[in-house]
Each structure stands twice: as structure tokens, then as C-alpha cells.
């Protein structure tokens, strides 16, 4: 088996996911709080990277021994959640925690993944939303928050997303689903959120560059229809930063979530 | 004249308000940004000292020049708030600026101070909340927020709070007015709102205290008549950490807050 985590954590303190020597990166604190949990050399492997500043709300990442291809243990997963947490810097959470089968593997099994974007309406200094949130030149006032959501509808679908795609990746197949898209406003922020079934090199940060070019009524909102067609990364926005980025949740089929003791079990056995 | 400055601080970034040598206060940084600005060394004077790791909301200081009782400058209040907020750190934002006579003082003049201390609601560890409120040993139901509400509603009145006063001051008088104190439900969180006419050390840190204890069902909410009338230190509950106080604002009678050109013209003058 492997031990599923769904993790939280606050981006500025990192330069990202993924291991970088002698940075601070969220996989570094996972692998080293693992190890001291376990006693032996973890593999963390994550859902995606996350490029430096970027936030998750429900980063999912597996962990087995180093070098086999689960792990074992006799903690339960509420204790493995709980001494991970004490060993882990106030930056990182963990969540949840739950057992998967060997096979299990949090990029290729999800189905799909939620992020958001998160802009204030006030153009105003704020020290608590610095790192955390996008501030706009101009107040995002009502009727740009529904602009700015009109826009957003037009993502819905499958399409060649490559007009938001950013240069970096060896990606050949830019068609992506996207099941869902809005823009909502919320305790003085407009929250962009975005449902799809995988995102391209900076994607959402793209989105929401373009949403904002809606939003202050720089482009009619079915424009993106027109952005999107013309699979040219000149024809939409600005990439907006990453710090105001968070990954929300990933999903995976029920079926991949059931604990290796439990698969195959007669119900009520 | 001098100028009177709102703002706000993420404390996590410093020592306090007060000037320490060589250390991160948010006066220095204040005082940084206003010699760059006016192109001479100037005195900011605040209404208060925070501790350590203290957020502010709405904390009020004065500008004037160094050894000077005033300032001269032709730009406006506006122009002076966005000039300074440029030149100050992400952590530290003047929300706006106004003209006071020579004679306002922001801590003499202050007739209240409105302090809030915000409890998550959740024991769970939160890596947005790290540094900013206080996490429960373990969760505050309904029941907990209205417990710890009745119990703020004894505070209100002219009462010798000794019992919430730390040592470390050589204040004498240790009687003050609390004009208002609740506790309401907010967004995942329980705030904890104080307005009086003056603090003593630490006095909102061990109120909240006294109030997770109502919360808990350690003490019923009462028991605060007692603790406040022992007039001992140790009737109170715990003095709780820094991160989770906010000085949300300072009020001043309307009188001295007339800029000094208006004072005295008449209506419509």
C-alpha cells in the first residue's frame, strides 16, 4: 500500500513542489518529516508541480519507502496525518491521510484537478492579502466581477488551450476539459475557480490575466471565444502572478480511493 | 500642522511598533519611508506600543519634522499616503493620511482603542491561519462562541482590571472603561471584540484567555465577575500568543481631527 495525504500550504515560503538542492521546496519538508516519522528514506511523489509561490489548499501526494513500491506501517492514517503535522513547519498541513493500493499515483489517476485565483476589489495596499491575493490597478466593482465571469463561462468545454499556454513545457497535446469556470465575489475578493481535467504550462495564471483584460472592460467577454480559437499565446492576456494561485483539490475515481484491505472485500465482510 | 497616518502591519515581520536598534520594528520603517520622502529625518510618533508579532488594522502615528513640533509640505493627504506606501514594505500599508494641529498627539488624544483577538473555530492546522489566529486544542461549537460572548459581556464598565494586567508596566492606575466586548462567529473564525478607553500590558492576550476557558466549559462565563473583582493576576486565564491581536482602530473626538486650516472657519467659509 501507500499513504495518500492531502496537503496544504502556503507558497511564499517556497520555491515550489517539486525538489530543487538546497531550496526550500514543499517535497523537501514532506520527504524529511516522513523520514523522521518512518525511520527510513521516503519517496513523496506529488500531484503536479506547483511553481514557486503558489498556494494549495488540497495538494495530493503519495508516500512509500525509497526505492519499493509502497510502504508499511502500522500507524493509522489519522496518526500518520497528525505526527507528520508536529513535524512539519506551520507553512505545511496535512490535511488527510488514507491508504491506496501500490498502484496508486496522484498525478496519472486524477480525473481532475480545481484551482483558483484569487483577485481583491480594492486597488488598496493591504499587508494581509500581500502573497496572497492579486491587486488590481482599478476597483473590481460588481459589474466587472460579472464580466469577468461571462468570460470565464467561454473555458467550459474541450479545446486546444495553447492561446494559454506559456513556453517551458514539451507538451504536444494541448486539448484539455475544462468542466467548469466562474468568477464570484467573496468577502471582497472576486474568486476565480477552474474545474478541468488537466492545465497547460501556467494555464489558470493566463485565464485569469485574460478575465481581468474582461473585467476592466479592456476586451467584451465572448472575445475569449476568439482567443481561444486562435491558439496563439499573443492573443490573450497577461500571465498574472503566481502568488495569488491556489490548488484547491484534485479528484480521483472512487474506486482508486478504496483501501487495499477493503478492495474486493463482499460489502458488509 | 503634523500628519496623522492609519495603518495598517502584518506583525509577523516585526518586533513590534517601537524603535529597537537594529531590529524590525514598524516605526524604523516608518521613519525610513518619511525621511525618503520629505528628504529630512522626521519623528513618527504612534498611539501605542504593540508587542512582537501584534498585527494592526488601524494604528495612528504622527508625523512631524525631527525636533520640530510640526511638519511643512505642500502635498496633499492622498499624495502623502501613496507616496509612503510606496516606499514601505508589502507588510506595512497607510490606509490614509489627514492634517492635525501641533498639538494632537496620537496616544493623549485617543479617547478608545478597539482591539480584536481571532480564535479559529477548528484545532486543525491551518497554514493560512499560522500567525494570524489562535488554533484551539480542540474545536469551538456554537455553544463555545455564545459561552465565551456571555462571558465578554462582564468586562463591559469601569472596572479595576489588575486581574488582566501582566507585570512589566509601572502603570499605577489600573482602572479603565470597557465600552463594548463580544465574541461573534466570522468565516471559520470566533472574533473576539474589545473597544475601551485604555489597555493595560497585555490585558486583551489574558481576556482572551479568560474567554477560551468560558469556551471550554472550564469556568461558566459568570466567573468573570469574580476574576475581575480579585483584582490578582492569577483569578485570570492564560495569557494567549501575540499573532492572533489586532488594533483594529483608535478614535479621537472629531474636534481635533479638523485640519488645522479649517479650525475655526466658518461653515462653508
Known amino acids: 500500500m501507500k499513504i495518500l495525504l492531502k496537503i496544504a500550504y502556503d507558497g511564499s515560503a517556497f520555491l ?20 523522521d516519522l518512518f525511520g527510513f528514506d521516503c519517496d513523496v511523489t506529488g500531484c503536479s508541480r506547483t511553481d514557486a509561490g503558489v498556494h494549495a489548499l488540497g495538494f495530493c501526494a503519495t508516500v512509500s519507502e525509497r526505492g519499493k513500491i509502497g510502504i508499511e506501517t502500522r500507524l493509522s492514517p489519522e496518526r500518520i496525518a497528525a505526527a507528520l503535522n508536529v513535524r512539519l513547519p506551520d507553512t505545511v498541513a496535512v490535511r488527510s491521510a488514507a491508504f491506496v493500493s501500490d498502484g496508486f499515483h496522484p498525478r496519472y489517476d486524477a480525473v481532475s484537478k480545481t484551482y483558483r485565483y484569487l483577485f481583491a476589489l480594492s486597488p488598496e495596499k493591504d499587508p494581509f492579502l500581500a502573497g496572497r491575493a492579486y491587486i488590481p490597478r482599478r476597483r473590481l466593482d460588481g459589474k466587472a466581477v460579472r464580466l469577468m465571469s461571462e468570460a470565464a463561462g467561454y473555458f467550459v468545454g474541450e479545446h486546444d488551450f495553447s492561446s494559454y499556454m506559456n513556453s517551458g513545457s ?11 469556470a466562474d ?26 490575466g485574460t478575465l481581468l483584460e474582461a473585467g476592466m472592460s479592456k476586451i467584451p467577454p465572448r472575445d475569449v471565444e476568439k482567443i481561444t480559437g486562435a ?8 500571465t498574472l502572478p503566481p502568488y495569488a494561485l491556489y490548488l484547491v483539490g484534485v479528484d480521483y475515481p472512487a474506486d482508486r480511493l478504496i483501501p487495499p484491505d477493503e478492495a474486493g472485500k463482499p460489502i458488509g465482510g
Open 183 to 208: 468568477v464570484a465575489e467573496k468577502d471582497g475578493l472576486a474568486v476565480f475557480t477552474v474545474t478541468g481535467n488537466g492545465f497547460l504550462y501556467n494555464m489558470v495564471r493566463i485565464m485569469a
Open 170 to 180: 514539451d507538451i504536444r497535446d494541448t486539448v484539455r476539459t475544462v468542466f467548469s
Open 16 to 35: 515550489g513542489w517539486q525538489y530543487q538542492p538546497d531550496r526550500p521546496t514543499v517535497v523537501a519538508e514532506m520527504n524529511r518529516a516522513a523520514k
Open 231 to 238: 491558439r496563439d499565446r499573443s492573443a490573450a492576456g497577461k
